[in-house]
């Protein structure tokens, strides 16, 4: 039984600047490098995804040191493409500079795709996309992670959960989809492992490949992919696509982010698409319109009071959050402000 975690509030101003002030403390970056990165971290807690939130500072702030960096550049260019080496830098920097380019090039060429290598773990994918579907486009992003997966009737840890997000605009919010190709990620089996929680049945398995509910085990096996050897094939896919156009950027060649010893080598790529290259803006609000209303529609279960479109749950937690503030567990404020002090930065 897991007992209830203790909970400590913050708002996220509060969560933001303090971000800044320990990246600009301990790594001497600029104020817009500082944004992009607080900014993704930030951005998963008031959504809900704990698992991608600040607990992810202290990885990026110990990698960030123990390495050198290049500039954030692109190497290739077309008109409707561009390949970006991300110079080691953090994930959200690089992430924000590639996608920023893919819109780039949708406005020029009505789709823009940018791949970018030699970067680090970006945090949650679907705040890349939301960042493109805010500003009208369909956006659509996917890295290769740490390898943390077997292959189907392997056992032995190969492939990433290699997440992927779509997004399309719309007028209440971006309908986002945000997902991993494993049951959970397992930034959450780590969540579980420092709370001394117990899992859930089905999330992961031992180093024998046996089911377990122990966290800590479970970090010593294997994550379940999502609907057996389909999610298996479709980490597969992306981390064929993504790790081969990144020079073999794969998943056995990628650091965990506890490991800050040297480039983590991870790739991502970015893709934004115009609407309105295909059909006019206000013909694409019309039939969205009609889609979300026939939706809503659908003869529901019995106690189903909503049907929920994706990404409408974190877009409702975001607002409560920017409301009432962000709960992260106080073991993981301790950890958190340990990691300040040794860096001697400001505690949160």
Known sequence: MNKKPDFLTFSEERLRAWCNRVLKKCCGVTDDYADAVSGALVSANLRGVD?????????????????????????ADAPAFCHIDGGGHMGPA???FAMD??????????????????????????????????????GLA?????????????????????PFSLSFPWREFPIMLDISNSVTARNKIINYAREGWELPEGWATDSEGAPTTDARKALEGFLQPIAGYKGVGIAMMVEIIVGTLAHGQYATGIKPNADPQGPQNVPHLFMAVKGDCFMAKEEIGRTLEKFVSDFRAVKRMKGVDRLL????????????????GVPLTRALVEELNGFAREFGADAL
């Open 51 to 75: 698992t991608h939130g600040v607990n992810l500072l202290q990885y990026y702030v110990r990698r960030y040191r123990n390495i050198p960096h290049g500039e954030i550049r692109v190497t």
């Open 94 to 96: 690089v992430s924000v």
């Open 101 to 138: 380019k893919a819109m780039e090039k949708a406005d020029a060429c009505g789709v823009g795709l940018a791949l970018a290598e030699n970067s680090s773990h970006f945090g949650a994918t679907g705040y890349y996309t939301c960042r493109a579907a805010s500003k009208g486009y369909i």
């Open 142 to 162: 996917a890295t290769v992670a740490y390898k943390s997966m077997a292959p189907w009737g392997g056992l032995e840890n190969f492939i990433g959960n290699n």
């Open 309 to 324: 479109l994706p990404g409408e749950i974190e877009y409702s937690r975001e607002q409560e959050c920017k409301k009432n």
